[in-house]
């Protein structure tokens, strides 16, 4: 990555970031709601059998009762565990319940990675993606160290899913070869499909 790419990613990473930290815990609840309600109207995740979600961390789009709900409706439902001892890599580990993600690991919640619970990424039927910054191309800016780029590389635009409030919609960011754009990105107010 050129040093004009990274100072631009990190300028907008700063931006959107002290943008997304200002919203206050009722309305994160009441817009993670209303996007949950989105979801739920996709054929994608309705019939999907396993799913990868966040476990969301800060400001992000709260995924907790999304979680709740899908293991609620007997879906199988994985969350992702960095093991950092891997070069970052990202394992998506089967939960049952939101207390088995009680490890943490750069302030994120994670399960301890034990491999029988392990999920291979192509099993995944869906998978909703974090980030700070999202473009209507699909393409994001998450915290900048590519491991979602990474995991999410190869995988069909229509298995993936962005998760953003509506301010964090642009219309164009930086990116480059590496960068993976998303299929679907849903805000409290919009659905974008790529």
């Known amino acids: 990555m050129s040093d004009c790419l990274k100072f631009e990613k990190n300028r ?41 979600f966040y476990l ?44 088995d993600a009680s490890e943490l690991i750069y302030g994120i919640r994670q399960p301890k990675i034990v491999m029988t619970n392990v999920i291979e990424r192509n099993n995944i039927d869906l998978i909703f993606v974090p980030g700070i910054a999202f473009d209507i191309s699909g393409y994001r800016i998450g915290y900048g160290k590519g491991c979602y780029d990474r995991w999410l590389e190869k995988l069909s635009l229509k298995k993936t899913m962005g998760l953003a409030y509506d301010f964090q919609i642009t219309n164009k960011l930086p990116n480059e070869k590496y960068d ?14 790529n």
């Open 12 to 52: 907008i990473r700063h931006n959107f970031l002290a943008l997304r930290n200002k919203i206050d815990t009722d309305t994160a609840l009441s817009y993670s709601a209303n996007i949950f309600a989105k979801v739920q109207k996709f054929s994608t995740y309705n019939n999907a059998k396993i799913v990868m």
């Open 56 to 99: 969301s961390y800060g400001s992000e789009v709260v995924t907790d009762n999304m979680i709740n709900s899908a293991i609620h409706n007997n879906k199988t439902v994985v969350v992702p565990a960095l093991d950092t001892s891997k070069n970052e890599k990202i394992y998506a580990v089967k939960i049952l319940k939101l207390n």
């Open 180 to 193: 993976v754009q998303l299929g679907t990105i849903v805000t409290e107010k919009r659905i974008i499909c």
